[in-house]
């Protein structure tokens, strides 16, 4: 039988989205018991929110002042203490769960299946590489612990409505306080979250300027979709890193996706290929996004977006 | 510090557009233009940057893999790197054995700072700067996208998700880095006729004790799933329709 331990992800008050679609990831796993472990400062409502996740059979707590922030060198050795008994150990493909996992891996003495897509087998997955240009299916020993990141964005989050045991566990290890959280930058937004959103309109180096972008942001608050971008918009400083869509940004998932002066390179495409409906603005008729696009427009965006929000 | 390790990993060029072989045995690489791993490329002139100002004193490149990979190491020098070091394996070899040879290099060389990319574009691992620091027992910053070094510890920002974290680590320390953390420079051509003269070691994976059988057997490729064909519209009017037609607006 196989007993799958997934690291929740979360802020000290809340479940972060991405552990739910860990979840239906690791309920594929033949047979599988699924234990959640929450390590916190304070875990109680975090742990009661991942202990209404489908699926879930322990909610694990560990409260320690040093987990009041994500620090993988403070983790990974709890995590390790709590390993023994366990088939699998799961995190998201999040920067959180990159951060973290492959630390957890090497302490146990195991490698590491990164961004999950599919499950074939209890030890056997399929994971993207070459930036989505091939698939590639990877067998772990069946002898040893198995670690992986999943990726979320090819998941679905399970339900809630379960009320799981939550049990608070005592880890017995030495600390590490070499690395130290300073302060987190986060740009404060109103609108919906980038990584679960149901819409999302992204804007690419044709916008021009940071002025320009916010021809983006009217459409978005119209649509009520999430903000996105291109490593080009980025790069120019037309919006912060949270924002990239992409490869190394974020891989989403919406049920529609609004490209607009965005070529279409593949390091993006492979961060909205899961999308539900992706449409393309672009002026540029050979742009390698249409080849994506389920609804494509050449068209300058100057003149069709604002089109586009007097029309909403 | 006296010394930054850099790890450099040769990798199908940035621009290739991989292709699945036909049997499913792997991507094809013949004939394919190789370079160094962009997010190494960064790591490296991160890494020359902090020599440059004075704040260490030797850069030394490392690459696993075949004899080939001193390409990748020469561009290092002649980016300005002062040596490199191949760890020399014809086989595959995994994010865990790679970390573990890096590991035989950093106890060997003791540098006050490791800095490798984030992830290869190859594998999209992502996984072997938080291995080699795990198995250090040293501090690991990811992602990072600045480092400000302060004698004995480094304060470093770093890229996630929901914008921009900043931790101090005590040195030494493992630094993956981010695309923004700095923009790599040219080599010029002289500089590539000076790293013909600069050290390159060789040392056989197998002199460090670090068996190469991958733990994971990749056992198929295949090419990704194709979206359909989508339809194309003429102005803002038809692409509204469209979506309501959807029911997405």
Redesign the interface.
Known sequence: MSKVLLIAEHDGSTLNASTAKVVACARQIDGAEIDVVVLAESAASVAAEAAALESVKRVLTVENAANKTA???VL?PQIVALADGYSHIFGPS???G??????????L???????VMSVEGTH?FKR??????????????AD?ILVATVRTASYQAVDGGNSAVVESVDVNVEL?T??????????SSDRPDL?TAA?VVSGGRALASAENFDLILTLADK?GAAVGAS?AA??AGYV???MQVG??G?IIAP??YIAIGISGA?QHVTGI?DAG???A?NKDEEAPI?E????????DLFK?VP??ID?? | MDKILVGLKRVVDYNVRVRVKTDGSGVETDGVKMSINPFDEIALEEALRIKERGAATEVIVVSIGSAESQQQLRTGLAMGADRAILIQTDDSIDALSRARALLEIANREDPGLIILGKQAIDDDNNQTGQMLAALWGRPQATSASKVELDGTHARVTREVDIGLEIIDVDLPAVLTVDLRMNEPRYVKLPDIMKAKKKPLEEVPLADIGIDPSPSLKETLFEPPAERQKGVMVDDAQGLLAALKDKGLV
């Open positions: 620090i993988a060198a990974a999040t920067t959180f990159k951060d973290l996992m492959p630390r957890v891996a090497a302490l003495g195991v490698n590491q299946i990164s961004d056997v993207p590489i070459y930036a989505g240009n091939a698939v590639v299916t990877v067998e772990a020993p040893s590490p070499h690395t130290r959280f300073i302060e987190l930058q986060a740009g990584q819409k649509l490593r980025v790069d912060p890193n949270e490869q190394t974020k049920d529609l593949i290929k409906t992706i449409v603005i249409f994506v696009a389920d609804i494509g427009l050449v068209a069709v089109e586009l029309a909403l």
